[in-house]
């Protein structure tokens, strides 16, 4: 009896197996699951305290109080991620075209590399806080990138967003968001 039982030992683990992925792939489909909206413990707390390096000019160190006073974007990226030669084009568009503000972190990459590529695809950032070793990373959370949080006025991480940025994602994840913001900011400053 116990060897038969043995027998059919693999095929039961294979339908537990292939019933979970089942469940995941319709949860996917139906919405309920999306791995790019990751949630972030810096929600609704401020951005990291860090120093670290401009990438556009090294010998320039750079600080959270930088990032203060606008709405704005903080793209994680790096000259590694294909991701990110993705979505590049993208942030271009929205820091010409739409004057979104967007400081950029180039995570754990090499400096010329990356500022060789700023020259050769368009430069959307404000400027670029340099993290070499991913520290910065670390203390945000960063899974990889691209990875994308939406900072308000004061400097506090409103939204993380995991994944390349495109026209259907800005439309239903960050202009919302950042229309909120804006209200909000105005409804404060009494306007």
Known sequence: MMQRVK?????IAFVIVAL???MMVSRI??????PQALPSALTNKPFPAFSLPKLEDTTVQLQQKDLL?????????????????????YLNYLA????IIIYGVNYKDQAQAAQRW?????????????DPQGRLGLDMGVTGAPETYVIDHRGFVRM????PINEQVWQQQFKPLIRQLQ????????V
């Open 29 to 34: 489909d139906q919405g309920e699951y999306n």
């Open 96 to 99: 010409t075209e739409k004057g």
């Open 7 to 11: 027998l059919f030992l693999p095929l």
């Open 20 to 22: 979970f992925f089942y």
């Open 118 to 130: 700023l020259a050769e695809k368009g430069n959307p950032y404000r400027f670029n806080i340099f």
């Open 183 to 190: 209200s909000e900011q105005q409804a404060q400053r009494g």
């Open 69 to 89: 006073g606008e709405i704005a974007l903080i793209n994680v990226w790096a000259t590694w991620c294909p991701s990110c030669h993705i979505e590049h084009h």
């Open 160 to 163: 993380r967003f995991q994944g």
